[in-house]
Structures are given as structure tokens and as C-alpha cells.
């Protein structure tokens, strides 16, 4: 029987040669209007599928809320819209690193396309849940010393992304603080158990340290409940200036960090801008920002086909030296010129 909608002429009209013919027509016209007709259930079609992103923070969404929201500026620069031709889901570690295989693990169930995860624990807790997803590093310290990558050229398995390291970074942090402070002969170093790549951290430091004469008190931190005690064992061991590794939990909590030093009257040295942008004496290193906008590359191209195995790690090429004249005016400290003139930036 013919579709409601076909015109129905004389084909119904049953015998006789040019009925026959007829009926021939009818079929014809019916078989040309079913292909050019719109499908009768096209509002019913599922929608096409988006791919979804997974940002797994070390911080808290206080914290480091600035990196994410460039991680999604990265995203839309690239042409991305989330909620239409994206779709983004974030998570936060505030600091606590044994949350990694957690919220790891809920986006496996989740079956998101890529997975962002930031410093290397993280990484690490990334590696171990998945073989399959392809998670892009950030913020990480030795992929290849940590297991996460076989090399920078050629990782060879899920994981790509960016790199923090540079075997000069913590022996040069080091440097500047002694060049602001040449009598200080004791240093704090605020450090965190639960990030592995600390313990590199420290061999490089303690190498830096022996040259310039100075003597280390390593202060561990394993969340935020520790902040005070180590700055009265800062104060207790005497200790005359501050150096802070580069740490998820340390950055999330950064102003608490800048404050307890201020109320300490230590000068200290940071990794990242933010420190001092908050209010701490200075600090050396990569541009976060630029990093986490950067992680929206990879991410374009493993949705776009690219394996992660053929990615090669990105490592920094440039750092930039960060002074506050107004905290060091508070802490009653003059920055000599050899400083002042490598400075890249100087808050007054």
C-alpha cells in the first residue's frame, strides 16, 4: 500500500492494460517522493556525539582557577566552543596528592576522549589507571626519570604533554636568593613528600648549595594543616631566607604561604610569578599561564587523530625572573643592580 502522502490518480483502479501502466506510473512517483521526501523522524536522531575533556587540577579551584580558565582559553583560540563542539570536565586534587587515583579513575568511567592532568603525581596516577585514553601532562617535573614517558622525542605509550624541567632551574633559584641575601648562610626549603620529583629537586639544590656555601633545612609539607609548623621550625632553626620547590599544594595555597613568610620575615624565592604577584619577595621560572594555554595544543591534536606516542614532551625554553620591590622595602632589603637588571618584571 502506498504512503499517505503520494498521490493517489487512478492506481487503486484495478484491470486493464493502460491500468497497468498506470499503476507502473504510481509506483514510479512514489519510489522518486520517498527519496526526496525529509525523513519522517529526523527530530528523533540522536544529537552527534562532542568530545569530552577531563582537567584533573592538583589545587584547589581557588588556587589555580586562573590555569584552568587558560587551558579553556587555549581551547577556544583553537576554535572550540564547550557545550557545542567541546565538552569540558574538571576536577581538584586541593592539594592532597593520594586524591590523584580517585578522580583519575572517575574519568576512566566516565570514558572522556582526552585526559589533562596536572603535576606528576597526577601523571603517574593517570599512567597507572589507563592504557588507552591519551593523557596530556602539565606541569610535571622528569617525565622520562619519573617512568612516565621512554623519552622527550618519541614517549611511546598515552602519555605527552609538557615538561617543567630544566637541570639549571633550582641551582639558579638558589643563586639569586644569595645574591639579595650574600650573608645568609641558612636556607628553609619548603618540600612535599608526596610529589616524587622532589627528591630531584633536592639533589639539584643541595649541589647548588655546596658551591654557594649554604646549608639546608629541608621543612616537609603534606598538606595545608602542616603550613605553620614548618614556618616556626623556619623560625626555630634559624634560618635566614626561603627557597618553595614547585608544587601543586604550594601553589594552591600560595597566599597562606606568602603571608606565614611575611609574618616570618623570611625572604623567599618561588617558582612561579603568582608568588609574587601575591605578595612573596620574588620568583624564577616558567610562565604558568603560557604552559596550561599550551596544553590546548596537544589536546586539538590527539581529537584531531594524533597518538600521544608520537608527540614529543615540550620542555621550557624561556624563564623569567619576577621582583617585588614592595615586599622587599617591607622586609627592609635593597635588590643589588646584577638582579635588578635580569629582572623580566618588577612589582612596585
Same mark, same amino acid.
Given at each position: 500500500?502506498?504512503?499517505?502522502?503520494?498521490?493517489?490518480?487512478?492506481?487503486?483502479?484495478?484491470?486493464?492494460?493502460?491500468?497497468?501502466?498506470?499503476?507502473?506510473?504510481?509506483?514510479?512517483?512514489?519510489?522518486?517522493?520517498?527519496?526526496?521526501?525529509?525523513?519522517?523522524?529526523?527530530?528523533?536522531?540522536?544529537?552527534?556525539?562532542?568530545?569530552?575533556?577531563?582537567?584533573?587540577?592538583?589545587?584547589?579551584?581557588?588556587?589555580?582557577?586562573?590555569?584552568?580558565?587558560?587551558?579553556?582559553?587555549?581551547?577556544?583560540?583553537?576554535?572550540?566552543?564547550?557545550?557545542?563542539?567541546?565538552?569540558?570536565?574538571?576536577?581538584?586534587?586541593?592539594?592532597?596528592?593520594?586524591?590523584?587515583?580517585?578522580?583519575?579513575?572517575?574519568?576512566?568511567?566516565?570514558?572522556?576522549?582526552?585526559?589533562?592532568?596536572?603535576?606528576?603525581?597526577?601523571?603517574?596516577?593517570?599512567?597507572?589507571?589507563?592504557?588507552?585514553?591519551?593523557?596530556?601532562?602539565?606541569?610535571?617535573?622528569?617525565?622520562?626519570?619519573?617512568?612516565?614517558?621512554?623519552?622527550?622525542?618519541?614517549?611511546?605509550?598515552?602519555?605527552?604533554?609538557?615538561?617543567?624541567?630544566?637541570?639549571?632551574?633550582?641551582?639558579?633559584?638558589?643563586?639569586?636568593?644569595?645574591?639579595?641575601?650574600?650573608?645568609?648562610?641558612?636556607?628553609?626549603?619548603?618540600?612535599?613528600?608526596?610529589?616524587?620529583?622532589?627528591? #630531584? %629537586?633536592?639533589?639539584? !639544590?643541595?649541589?647548588? @648549595?655546596?658551591? +654557594?656555601? *649554604?646549608?639546608?633545612?629541608? /621543612?616537609?609539607?603534606?598538606?595545608?594543616?602542616?603550613?605553620?609548623? #614548618? %614556618?616556626?621550625?623556619? !623560625?626555630?632553626?634559624? @634560618?635566614?631566607? +626561603?627557597? *618553595?620547590?614547585?608544587?601543586? /599544594?604550594?601553589?594552591?595555597?600560595?597566599?597562606?604561604?606568602?603571608?606565614?613568610?611575611?609574618?616570618?620575615?623570611?625572604?623567599?624565592?618561588?617558582?612561579?610569578?603568582?608568588?609574587?604577584?601575591?605578595?612573596?619577595?620574588?620568583?624564577?621560572?616558567?610562565?604558568?599561564?603560557?604552559?596550561?594555554?599550551?596544553?590546548?595544543?596537544?589536546?586539538?591534536?590527539?581529537?584531531?587523530?594524533?597518538?600521544?606516542?608520537?608527540?614529543?614532551?615540550?620542555?621550557?625554553?624561556?624563564?623569567?625572573?619576577?621582583?617585588?620591590?614592595?615586599?622587599?622595602?617591607?622586609?627592609?632589603?635593597?635588590?643589588?643592580?646584577?638582579?635588578?637588571?635580569?629582572?623580566?618584571?618588577?612589582?612596585?
Amino acid at each position: 500500500m502506498l504512503p499517505h502522502w503520494v498521490p493517489r490518480w487512478d492506481c487503486d483502479v484495478p484491470g486493464g492494460q493502460a491500468r497497468g501502466r498506470s499503476w507502473r506510473l504510481c509506483f514510479l512517483a512514489a519510489l522518486v517522493l520517498a527519496l526526496v521526501a525529509p525523513p519522517v523522524f529526523s527530530a528523533a536522531q540522536t544529537p552527534p556525539k562532542i568530545p569530552r575533556v577531563a582537567y584533573v587540577m592538583s589545587g584547589t579551584s581557588t588556587g589555580l582557577r586562573h590555569l584552568f580558565e587558560a587551558a579553556r582559553q587555549g581551547l577556544r583560540e583553537l576554535g572550540y566552543v564547550e557545550g557545542q563542539t567541546i565538552a569540558l570536565e574538571v576536577r581538584w586534587a586541593e592539594g592532597y596528592y593520594d586524591r590523584f587515583p580517585e578522580l583519575v579513575a572517575e574519568m576512566v568511567r566516565l570514558k572522556v576522549d582526552v585526559m589533562v592532568v596536572s603535576t606528576t603525581p597526577g601523571a603517574l596516577a593517570a599512567k597507572k589507571s589507563t592504557q588507552t585514553i591519551p593523557v596530556v601532562m602539565v606541569a610535571v617535573g622528569d617525565p622520562v626519570g619519573s617512568g612516565l614517558v621512554a623519552s622527550l622525542a618519541r614517549p611511546g605509550g598515552n602519555l605527552t604533554g609538557l615538561s617543567l624541567l630544566n637541570p639549571e632551574l633550582h641551582g639558579k633559584r638558589l643563586q639569586l636568593l644569595k645574591e639579595v641575601l650574600p650573608k645568609a648562610s641558612r636556607v628553609a626549603v619548603l618540600t612535599n613528600p608526596g610529589n616524587p620529583i622532589h627528591a #630531584a %629537586f633536592w639533589r639539584e !639544590t643541595q649541589e647548588a @648549595a655546596q658551591k +654557594l656555601g *649554604v646549608q639546608l633545612q629541608p /621543612l616537609e609539607l603534606h598538606g595545608p594543616e602542616d603550613f605553620e609548623g #614548618a %614556618f616556626r621550625a623556619a !623560625t626555630r632553626g634559624r @634560618a635566614g631566607a +626561603l627557597l *618553595v620547590f614547585d608544587d601543586g /599544594l604550594f601553589n594552591g595555597y600560595r597566599t597562606r604561604i606568602v603571608a606565614l613568610a611575611a609574618k616570618s620575615r623570611l625572604p623567599a624565592m618561588y617558582g612561579f610569578r603568582e608568588f609574587p604577584d601575591d605578595g612573596g619577595l620574588m620568583s624564577y621560572g616558567t610562565n604558568q599561564l603560557d604552559h596550561f594555554r599550551r596544553a590546548a595544543a596537544y589536546v586539538d591534536k590527539i581529537l584531531k587523530g594524533a597518538k600521544p606516542a608520537n608527540l614529543p614532551v615540550e620542555q621550557p625554553t624561556r624563564f623569567e625572573l619576577v621582583v617585588n620591590l614592595k615586599t622587599a622595602k617591607a622586609l627592609g632589603l635593597t635588590i643589588p643592580p646584577s638582579v635588578l637588571i635580569r629582572a623580566d618584571q618588577m612589582i612596585q
